[in-house]
């Protein structure tokens, strides 16, 4: 069984939007049609101790208290005391899910999103805290020689990069279609920015294949579906369900194959007229059934 992490605390906050709703979307369809090999668990619960390993004490307080109201809402959401609640279910499903991964050697996720571009000291883009980068670190500290993140958003993870660059024991892929959260990489640290969807699963293919996987014990990846050519925040025309299909079995299997730990997180994705409610659940399922495929080839 694959453990993928979530509660009813990642919806608490009043804030109805895509980032704050769709975990709940998706874990009412497991209910009513359940993917044979997941299992939904509740995540550990996460302190303001682990959050201050890289968040600043003035950001965390705000986000908990509203106050400055400004910084509170610095991600874009409209600050309630529920936002602290699900700020911190999310990133404590990240880290829970890395944490079962490693250990168990295993495949591992949670259905948060809003992660990848928050900052040490102010959030971004949907981005509360950043539950990625903490995961990494956390691992490192746990015992993993080096911990290999994959990001395939639509945009870019400058949020993870700034808290991971200085850490030459973490690695980020980000391969994105959109600029938004741009950034420089440190080597060996590699961001491409895909503006043909011909490129893109060959780009993804090259660079997994460019990576040493047993240089790793853990992979964290951020599966977001806002590529998706009917996605009005970053989708790339061409990106179809069926290339998304793909790309999840690629990420999977290459570290299926590698016998690589991986802790997967459903990233983003958004829900408008050409793209509704069903499809984004369809979107973000592809992960879990690759994940569920991926256990059984391993």
Not at 94 to 117: D, E, F, I, P
């Amino acid at each position: 069984m694959v453990k993928v992490y979530y509660s009813p605390e990642y919806i608490s906050a009043r804030e109805e939007f895509d980032t704050t709703r769709k975990s709940g979307w998706i874990a009412d369809s497991l209910q009513s049609d359940p993917i044979p090999g997941i299992e939904l668990l509740p995540p550990v619960p996460i302190t303001e101790t682990m959050l201050a390993t890289f968040h600043s004490t003035d950001y965390i307080n705000a986000v908990k208290t509203g106050q400055p109201r400004s910084l509170a809402e610095s991600q874009g959401f409209r600050w309630d005391p529920g936002l602290w609640t699900t700020a911190c279910a999310h990133t404590a499903g990240m880290l829970t899910a890395a944490r079962t991964a490693l250990a168990g050697k295993t495949v591992a996720g949670t259905l948060s999103s809003g992660q990848h571009h928050a900052h040490a000291h102010h959030g971004s883009g949907f981005c509360t805290f950043n539950g990625i980068a903490l995961a990494a670190h956390e691992a490192i500290r746990e015992g993993a020689r080096r911990v290999l993140i994959i990001d395939l958003d639509a945009h870019c993870a400058g949020g993870t990069h700034a808290l991971i660059e200085n850490e030459p024991r973490i690695r980020q892929l980000d391969i994105a279609v959109s600029d938004f959260d741009g950034y420089t990489p440190c080597n060996p640290n590699r961001l491409i920015l895909i503006k043909s969807a011909a490129n893109y699963l060959p780009t993804l293919h090259s660079n997994l294949a460019g990576l040493e996987a047993a240089a790793f014990d853990l992979c964290i990846y951020y599966a977001g579906m806002d590529p998706f050519e009917e996605c009005y925040v970053g989708g790339l025309e061409g990106i179809t369900f069926a290339l998304l299909a793909e790309r999840e079995r690629i990420v999977f299997d290459w570290c299926a194959k590698h016998k690589l730990p991986l802790a997967f997180g459903l990233g983003d994705g958004y829900v408008n007229q050409n793209s509704p409610r069903e499809r984004l659940i369809a979107l973000h399922q592809l992960t879990l059934h690759a994940a569920v495929a991926s256990g059984r080839k391993a």
